[in-house]
């Protein structure tokens, strides 16, 4: 789906496949959100083709926390120009369960080592900006990142539409997760997208969305 000029979303509506929605930015820097599940990439990789994007084409792969269902598919964009990066502290909890997560998913992590790690702040890709924010709680290395000249907010699992990130994996904390939400909830976004589900359109939509999860969500974390 076109989003914008220069932005595009891969996004799921089947209640029986567990994939992400995968984000893509046709700038500059032509940078892949969350490629997700390795089974289910080739939704992502006919989108890009839609567009005459071939994977040798990405410059940067952006994961917003370490979960499978978000990161799996970066080992098919590993060997190519691409540099991949995500969270310090979602690679540490990564590596530190590897060899859970190659028993319950079928690959080891190290085969995706990140070329760089993401920070808070300023990430300047020649000349498209956008803003990291360090977001545990549904994850301990989970990032927002926000894109200021459209009024973007990539909100990974960290928030929905009206619903917040699950808390009960490892690393999640619900304390965590209601603070990380309250710091972005000032940003002037007029489009919400999310890891799952369908996007927020509109300022209006996101503040009502923020406040709906203040008032109820957070009732259950």
């Known amino acids: 789906m076109q ?7 891969f996004f799921w509506d089947s209640m029986t496949q567990n994939n992400c929605n995968t ?5 500059p820097v032509r940078v892949l959100i969350d490629p997700g599940h390795r089974a289910l990439f080739d939704h992502v990789e006919r989108g890009l083709q839609a567009l005459g994007v071939a994977l040798a084409d990405i410059d940067m792969v952006i994961c917003t926390h370490a979960h499978p269902d978000h990161i799996e598919a970066v080992r098919f964009l590993k060997d190519l120009p691409a540099l ?3 969270h310090e502290t979602e690679w ?4 530190a369960h590897a060899s859970r997560i190659q028993a319950l998913f079928g690959f080891d992590p190290l085969e995706i080592t990140p070329d ?34 459209p009024k973007v ?4 699992d960290l928030i929905f539409k009206d619903g917040i ?4 994996l490892p690393g999640g904390d619900g304390s965590l997760i209601k603070s990380s939400i309250r710091g972005l909830k000032e940003l002037p976004v007029d489009l919400l997208l999310p890891g ?3 996007p927020v359109e509109g300022a209006a939509a996101v503040k009502e969305n923020f406040k709906q999860l203040e008032q109820v969500w957070f009732n259950y974390v």
């Open 153 to 156: 907010l990539f909100s990974g």
């Open 196 to 198: 799952h589900g369908t």
């Open 165 to 168: 990130g699950r808390t009960d």
């Open 23 to 27: 984000y893509f930015i046709d700038g």
């Open 92 to 95: 540490q909890l990564m590596t």
């Open 84 to 86: 991949v990066t995500v």
């Open 116 to 149: 760089l790690f993401l920070r808070q702040g300023d990430l300047d890709l020649k000349g498209l900006v956008m803003q990291v924010y360090h977001t545990p709680g549904h994850s301990p290395g989970s990032v927002c990142l926000y894109w200021p000249d």
């Open 3 to 9: 989003l914008s000029d220069k932005l595009h979303g």
